[in-house]
């Protein structure tokens, strides 16, 4: 996509997904209680919690595939070669 690293897309858009989810709590919260925080601010704390999504998802990523693909290999071993599950 545009020449941009796909882990780094991925990480942008795990960080709109943590923008967009911390506003709707912040809007949920002011809703059913009482406003929190004025729309600049939660905005403002928005973009922080986006920009550390977006980080964690980057720095975090390719650990949590590996780790899934060894698990997966190991459940595959666990079961023998003939394929056919054990369970």
Same mark, same amino acid.
């Given at each position: 996509?545009?020449?941009?690293?796909?882990?780094?897309?991925?990480?942008?858009?795990?960080? %709109?997904?943590?923008?967009?989810?911390? *506003?709707?709590?912040?809007?949920?919260?002011?809703?059913?209680?009482?406003? *929190?925080?004025?729309?600049?601010?939660?905005?403002?704390?928005?973009?922080?919690?986006?920009s550390g999504t977006?980080?964690? %998802?980057? *720095?975090?990523?390719?650990?949590?595939?590996?780790?899934?693909?060894?698990?997966?290999?190991?459940?595959?071993?666990?079961?023998?070669?003939?394929?056919?599950?054990?369970?």
């Open positions: 996509m545009f020449g941009v690293d796909r882990r780094v897309v991925s990480a942008l858009l795990w960080g %709109a997904v943590g923008f967009m989810a911390f *506003l709707v709590l912040v809007q949920g919260y002011a809703l059913f209680v009482e406003s *929190l925080v004025s729309i600049t601010q939660g905005a403002f704390v928005a973009v922080i919690v986006g977006a980080i964690g %998802a980057y *720095l975090l990523e390719h650990r949590v595939a590996a780790w899934s693909a060894r698990r997966v290999s190991r459940e595959t071993e666990s079961h023998g070669s003939d394929g056919k599950s054990k369970s």
